[in-house]
């Protein structure tokens, strides 16, 4: 996904023109790139206002994080050259992509699973 992310990306590039408007681009990317950040912790404090069990707590911050901008992409990849809104988005779901990959590993630290004498742990006894 992240390769034909950055195929969209480098066809949208050509039509950024001078410069300015690739400048433009990567200036909101620091915004993108706190998206997830802050919604982790949100999606944390909503799951513990609401007590939910672990596994409930990490889709809510999965869920938060994730904006799916996937589905405006065809609406921005139509729109006409001279506006710039799909390099925008692409780089947004980029960001996300990433971002979502950054979760994998981290949102299980922050949302530890409870440990059980009765849940098995998939280590063989010997």
Known sequence: MC????????SQVPE?????SLSDVAAVVP???????????AGLAVARL????????RAIVFTGATRNSLVVLPLALALP????VAAVVVTQTLVEVI??????????RLVPLPTSPT????????
């Open 16 to 20: 950024l023109g001078d410069g300015g």
């Open 50 to 57: 609401f007590r939910l069990e672990a596994r409930d707590s």
């Open 31 to 41: 915004f993108y790139a706190a998206f997830p950040v802050v919604m982790a912790f």
């Open 81 to 84: 050259d001279n506006l710039a």
């Open 119 to 126: 849940r098995p742990t998939g280590r063989l006894l010997t």
């Open 99 to 108: 971002g979502m990959v950054i979760y994998v590993r981290a949102v299980p």
């Open 3 to 10: 390769a034909t992310l950055l195929a969209v990306v480098a």
